[in-house]
């Protein structure tokens, strides 16, 4: 695991944040440092912990299948930033 | 060279709920755009999800029906990734631990294309093998206009069971097989109505050609905006062909999205932008993990249906008739239900049978519109296995019945304002018989000539004089008996 | 001592009483507000016209009633703004109640307004916030921690009678701490998250800020309990917590983990926390030394698993159902990129890069699942720790408040300020921070107050209210006042 290898550009954009270079530049060198002390974990020995998550629940926590009121189209859209016709507006997606 | 086709799908069915997935909205299809919505299908801040029991009984249930082991414990993860439809911008999905694994989708003959039944390539009751059943929910519906698009979020949530199977499809007849055996299977479990063109059943085909013989797959194409199953055979065709041409001409597949364009009959590649795709998996922080051997199994297990092979072998073996007769039947739950109601209080089981798939079906393609009360199959046909009508009234009978019934009259009663008796009095079908062999010389003398066939002429004659009511078999004993004794 | 200095539970009995009344209590808070609270800036929106109204039909039988109760800016309140102090969700008007907010109207509390927050529960000392950051009351020079600073603030200056906070890695013990009042995690469980907006959800609780450990009792008698929309909501009874605050705590085993105690922890707060032990000794308490062998991995862990889950969490904020949107986007990818590059302030940026980085392809395993497992390790801690002892005492943060703008240059040395309390929230298990002294002034700095925290196990709030209460009912830091 290397700290340096931070690609933040790449990171950025799978979520969906447009950085300015000034931004990328920072970013790289404060997440590195960060990086840099997560790095710490790496020596811990986690041998002992093998599947945290094979044990099986003892209850299960299931909503039954009953109807509850919905809110109306307006309600639903009032937060819309751009809404037509009931429904909420984005730029095209493609194809 | 010879080549074959690899070919695999995934299959996301809608389950058949009342409510979506994590929310109590209304699970329909349909509706004014954003009126089956609430915060938590919309994914405003600080909305939670809880799953729906139904949802996961009636995936264990599809589990149980294909064969799947069914973990004991599974969980849900979030799937990341950016489109307008997505409400959270992560779908609740399942990654590692899946509620089903294994299993197999059975080709049965009728599953496949009815000019693919006979031919010689056709493997009958191949097993396609499942990979994995999930579950997760369905992201909204969006339409699209010069410049924008518009997004309404009613399918948001949707129960949404996603069946990956193996690459073990060889030929579209195949893969048209194999969603009309799963879409079977769906709905016999009530499971989902599996409906294509509602989006209920969507298909994505993955598909790649290699020399025969080779064990290596091919680089693989996937197809998408498939819409009937019969679609999905086409494209594959289309799509085969084409990989094949590109490949004997030393040309090489690139990996790609492929679009069939069911008016063109063809694949063009989708334009996409590339954007680099990371789902990055990872628990569901949200949910609890599942416990399905706390009541979920065995809630499944109750649920069971008998699946369309025991049905076949139980009707062939409890009504007696033919084994093609039992996989029709038995091809839809409402058909074998209506034909076991049917054919209760009949003596002769198979001609119900006979009633229902080739005078019926024949001319009507579904049930769906019948309007005729099950039990009059058996009172027709009972009367038919008495001799107390022919078969010849007892089709018009029917045709009358099913089709000409203004007054809803019962088989019973159309016989009898039809005035049909069958006449079984020996006297009256004598002198009918003196009468055919009087006129009929050339017959007899074929007859007494050894051909034997002639006497279906005589019988004819008698049947006409008697107006279609005289008992054919008595008419045939009675001629017999007395050109023997000319 | 005025009206507005009562705790929750005076103030209660002189409303029962009607020897005073809800709209006298709300218009002596609202004075109060408008007096200090533009040099505290505790409050991001205040509804004075309804509080007013809510009042005149407030029900002081109820166990909240006619009580004003200031919320954090995360959590959902039906009809109004809620922003969580990012600019991504001005205009946002909440379409529902958080279960928590329901439970509090159920009470009959009045709902007063909504207090100042790092962005998205992301910072340790409310300087994050888009709308300006919080003072501390003790010293506006300082910073009040984060990052429910609005909400300690608020009732560390007596501009509210009890508030709500939100707790991922310590946002409601350090400003506690930092601003002199009384602030409690719960058990991850105890307490619905619906409708808070989400940080890190596997971390998160609500919980609340009061000015005495028995209106925390009492605050928490309403919050908890199982809610059928929040899944994972324990369905473990709620016992009665304010009924066995007898004082009395003789006999009862109280841990001390060596590795809390280390280099980097401020002399003073280290006498003040030391001295807090020596107290419980003398009120009868058995002080076992203990040991927390993964503590100092905690931080590391913890920005690893709660940038992961923020990642995803605050992928919705796309300008697409509710928000702002950039203006005139040319496409889809163009929409998010600049919405989002608009809307969220860098410390947030920091972590959704930070945690989509650990999630991503090639370095889940060495970083997500890898602190997963190490999180396992600091649970089997805190769990084998209260096998031998009731509850755990450590100081709540290193130091005390520090000034503004401090530490806003280095992201990491602002993350180590949560060094004491993020291992709780990795274990699951409860906390309180509560008064223990003050440290001394210093050229311009005033006497700021230090916290002592007291963790216990699972489902053991009773234990950690019932020691607080001991302390502070023999201490009496509570009593002192702030400056402003």
Request: hydrophobic residues 40%.
């Amino acid at each position: 695991m290397s700290s340096q290898g931070i690609d933040v550009q790449y990171v950025a954009d799978l979520a969906r944040l447009r950085l300015s270079a000034d931004e990328v530049a920072t970013f790289q060198k404060q997440l590195s440092d960060i990086l840099g002390y997560v790095d710490q974990l790496q020596k811990v020995d986690v041998s002992s912990v093998e599947a945290i998550t094979a044990s099986a629940p003892t209850s299960n926590n299931l909503r039954t299948d009953e109807l509850k009121p919905s809110i109306s189209a307006e309600e639903a859209l009032a937060n819309a930033p751009v809404q037509s016709d009931n429904l909420f507006i984005v730029p095209r997606m493609v194809e | 060279m010879e080549y074959e086709a690899v070919i695999g799908l995934e299959v996301h069915v809608q389950l058949k709920t009342n409510t979506k997935m994590f929310c109590g909205c209304i699970n329909k299809y349909g509706g004014l755009p954003n009126t089956h919505v609430c915060p938590i299908c919309l994914g405003m801040p600080g909305v939670m999800p809880t799953p729906n029991h139904d949802a996961v009984v009636k995936t264990i249930l599809t589990g149980l029906m294909l064969e799947c082991n069914i973990a004991t414990r599974c969980k849900f993860d979030r799937k990341n990734y950016f489109y307008p439809d997505m409400p959270k911008n992560y779908q609740i999905s399942q990654y590692d631990e899946p509620l089903c694994e294994g299993g197999a989708v059975t080709l049965n003959l009728l599953a496949y294309p009815k000019d693919a039944q006979k031919l010689e390539t056709t493997v009958v009751d191949k097993k396609v093998r499942l990979v994995r059943i999930h579950l997760e929910e369905d992201v909204a519906k969006s339409q699209h206009d010069e410049g924008q698009s518009g997004v309404d979020f009613n399918r948001a949530g949707t129960p949404l069971m996603e069946i990956v199977s193996e690459a073990d499809m060889r030929t579209p007849e195949e893969a048209f097989a194999y969603l009309t055996a799963l879409k079977q299977i769906l709905i016999y479990g009530n499971v989902s109505d599996a409906d294509m063109e509602k989006g209920q059943l969507r298909c994505d085909v993955n598909v790649s050609v290699r020399p025969k013989g080779q064990e290596k797959f091919g680089t693989k194409c996937e197809i998408k905006n498939l819409n009937s199953i019969s679609a999905v055979r086409r494209s594959l065709k289309y799509e085969i062909d084409r990989q094949i041409e590109v490949v004997s001409e030393g040309g090489t597949i690139r990996q790609e999205t492929r679009r069939w364009n069911d008016v063109k009959g063809e694949t063009a590649v989708m334009r996409i932008k590339e954007q680099a795709h990371d789902y990055r998996y990872f628990p569901e922080p949200d949910l609890l993990p599942l416990n399905t051997s706390l009541g979920l199994r065995s809630e499944a297990e109750v649920l069971m249906p008998e699946l369309p092979s025991a049905k076949k072998a139980r009707l062939a073996t409890q009504y007696g008739v033919s084994e093609y007769q039992a996989s029709v039947l038995s091809s839809e739950v409402a058909l074998a239900d209506y034909f076991e109601k049917a054919a209760e209080a009949a003596k002769d089981k198979g001609l119900v049978a006979n009633f229902l798939l080739n005078d019926y079906l024949a001319i009507n393609s579904d049930l769906s519109t019948i309007a005729v009360p099950a039990p009059w199959f058996s009172e027709l046909a009972n009367e038919l296995t008495a001799g107390k009508i022919n078969s010849k009234q007892a089709k018009e009978v029917f045709g009358l019945m099913v089709s000409d019934n203004p007054g809803n009259l019962t088989p019973l009663e159309i016989i009898k304002a039809k005035g049909f008796v069958q006449v079984t009095d020996t006297g009256a079908l004598e002198a009918w018989c003196d009468q055919a062999i009087a006129n009929g010389a050339r017959s007899v003398a074929d007859y007494k000539a050894g051909k034997v066939a002639a006497l279906n002429a005589l019988k004819g004659q008698v049947m006409k004089l008697s107006k279609g009511q005289a008992n054919p078999q008595t008419v045939g004993e009675i001629l017999e008996q007395k050109l023997k004794a000319l | 001592m005025s009206m507005i200095h009562f705790s929750v539970t005076a103030l209660r009995k002189q409303l029962a009483a009607k020897e005073i009344s809800p709209v006298e209590v709300v218009d002596a808070l609202l004075a109060r507000i408008e007096a200090i609270d533009p040099q505290v800036k505790a409050y991001l929106h205040v509804d004075a016209a309804a509080a007013r109204e809510a009042a005149k039909s407030a029900d002081v039988t109820r166990p909240l009633g006619g009580v004003p109760i200031a919320i954090k800016d995360v959590l959902n309140v039906k009809g109004d703004p809620c922003t969580c102090a990012s600019k991504i969700l001005k205009g946002y008007i909440a379409p529902y109640d958080a279960t928590t907010i329901g439970k509090l109207r159920d009470a009959g509390a009045i709902l007063l307004g909504r207090t100042n927050m790092d962005e998205f529960a992301m910072g340790s000392s409310t300087e994050n916030s888009s709308w300006g950051s919080t003072r501390n009351p003790w010293s506006l020079a300082h910073i009040p921690g984060g990052s429910s600073g609005g909400s300690a603030a608020a009732v560390g200056a007596h501009e509210a009678f009890a508030a709500l906070g939100s707790d991922t890695g310590g946002s409601i013990r350090q400003p506690a701490a930092l601003c002199g009042c009384v602030g409690l995690k719960p058990t991850y469980g105890r307490v619905s998250r619906f409708g808070l907006v989400a940080f890190a959800s596997s971390l998160d609780q609500i919980g609340p800020f009061t000015k005495t450990v028995e209106d925390a009792a009492l605050l928490m008698n309403v919050l908890s309990g199982h809610d059928p929309l929040d899944n994972t909501s324990s369905r473990q009874q709620v016992p009665d917590l304010t009924a066995r605050l007898t004082g009395d705590i003789k006999g009862m085993k109280l841990g001390v983990p060596k590795e809390y105690f280390i280099e980097g922890i401020d002399p003073q707060v280290d006498a003040a926390v030391k001295a807090a032990i020596a107290k419980y000794q003398e009120l009868g308490a058995e002080i076992v030394e203990i040991s927390l062998p993964h503590t100092e991995h905690a931080v590391a862990v913890y920005y690893i698993l709660a940038t992961a889950e923020a990642s995803a969490n605050l992928a919705r904020f796309d300008g697409v159902r509710y928000g702002t949107r950039a203006e005139k986007p040319t496409g889809v990818l163009d929409m998010y990129g600049r919405t989002r590059a608009e809307g969220f302030g860098p410390e947030v940026k920091r972590r959704i890069i930070l945690g989509t980085y650990v999630l991503s392809s090639g370095y889940a395993d060495a970083y997500y699942k890898h602190a997963q497992k190490v999180q396992e390790l600091i649970r089997q801690d805190f769990h084998k720790a209260f096998e031998k002892v009731d509850a755990i005492l450590t100081p709540t943060s290193p130091t005390a408040a520090f000034k503004a703008g401090e530490r806003t240059a280095s992201p990491l040395q602002m993350y180590l300020a949560d060094i004491f309390t993020i291992a709780v929230n990795l274990a699951g298990v409860c906390g309180i921070s509560l008064p223990c002294g003050f440290t001394m002034p210093e050229g311009d700095t005033p006497r700021l107050p230090i916290g002592l925290q007291i963790i216990g196990p699972n489902w053991g709030e009773e234990t950690i209210l019932r020691a607080g209460h001991a302390y502070e009912q023999s201490t009496g830091w509570h009593k002192e006042l702030p400056p402003i």
